[in-house]
């Protein structure tokens, strides 16, 4: 007989809850809108209710339930399960594990929401059967986490792995986070879409502007890959070179078994892991080892996060 967990994704937006199995199988879902900002009682309240409405389409009794993740962007004290901050909330200082659990009167888990997306990944998609991982997420920013000995990299406060801003340009790009040259301010779908518009002013005669059908509103992250003239073509190789270059840095600093790419800018597939690769092979310090890191992009796409959430229990446990 399976147990079974729920897990719930915490976003800005929307509010979603699955109930999953030990080996990361989705057998419900419910989600409504997070309507933030609003106090955290209510938001809460609405998280409750999603998760028994998972439990409900899935068909399971919500006492058969064995404990419920959450993954939420913002900085978390796992040790206290308070949200100490989370821009996209408007949270400060909030208990969400103390609350939850009367609410819901099962044992509470909470993790960033980009850790919790790693841990889903790690646990049953392009990690699954290794010791070692590290995700990024390509997205409006530069998320992602770190697995090592099969176990979150968080440090020593839970607030470390922060791989969208190690700096790979002084002085560079303005990031969000009020530093300049972050990974994020180069490699994140912002990014891409902030270089294809720059590329787009100086040249009104690229295809892009066909692509995206003469306005520059509708630049997304997939406009340069679909270009096929020449401005395109250097947008994305400068690009790439940068996502490439941060990457390198990640495996020399950690040398996973697995590096994947998530994010909607990974559907673009092995034009990404190209030049990733080929970064890896060439720069990478250990590059003459006989075994080195594999990149690849990773599987779970938005069900990361809510898988990873659902077994949060098996980082700690």
């Known amino acids: 007989m399976s147990n079974y967990y729920i897990g719930i994704d915490l976003g800005g937006t929307n509010i979603v809850a699955a109930v999953v199995d030990e080996s990361g199988i989705i057998y419900g879902r419910a989600s409504r809108k997070t309507n933030a900002p609003r106090p955290y009682q209510e938001i809460f309240g609405d998280m409750a209710e999603c998760a028994k409405e998972a439990a409900k389409a899935s068909g399971i009794d919500f006492n058969d339930i064995k404990s419920v993740g959450i993954g939420c962007p913002g900085a978390i004290e796992k040790s206290t399960g308070v949200i100490e901050f989370s821009n996209n909330l408007d949270f400060y200082d909030v208990p969400v594990v103390s609350y939850m659990e009367n609410l819901l009167g099962k044992k509470i888990y909470v993790e960033n929401d980009a850790n919790a997306a790693a841990w889903g990944e790690y646990l049953a998609g392009s990690g699954k059967g290794t010791d070692s991982m590290v995700m990024i997420t390509l997205g409006t920013g530069v998320g992602g986490g770190v697995v090592e000995n099969g176990r979150l990299v968080t440090g020593a406060y839970g607030k470390g792995a922060e791989l969208g801003h190690m ?28 270089m294809t518009k720059e590329a787009m002013k100086q040249n009104q005669r690229s295809d892009m502007w066909e692509i995206a059908e003469g306005k520059l509103a509708n630049v997304n992250g997939q406009t340069a890959f679909l270009s096929k003239d020449g401005t395109g073509k250097d947008v994305l190789r400068q690009y790439l070179g940068q996502l490439s270059e941060g990457v390198v840095n990640l495996v020399n600093i950690f040398q996973p078994e697995i590096l994947c790419i998530g994010g909607g800018i990974s559907n673009a597939g092995e034009q990404i892991l190209r030049p990733v690769r080929n970064a890896i092979k060439k720069k990478s310090y250990a590059r003459y080892g006989k075994k080195q890191t594999v990149a690849q992009i990773a599987k779970l796409a938005n069900d990361a996060g809510l ?11």
Do not use: Q
């Open 167 to 194: 700096v790979i340009s002084m002085h560079g790009e303005k990031c969000t986070c009020g530093r300049r040259g972050c990974f994020e301010a180069y490699a994140s779908a912002t990014a891409l879409i902030r």
């Open 307 to 317: 898988i990873g959430a659902a077994l949060l229990w098996k980082n700690e446990d």
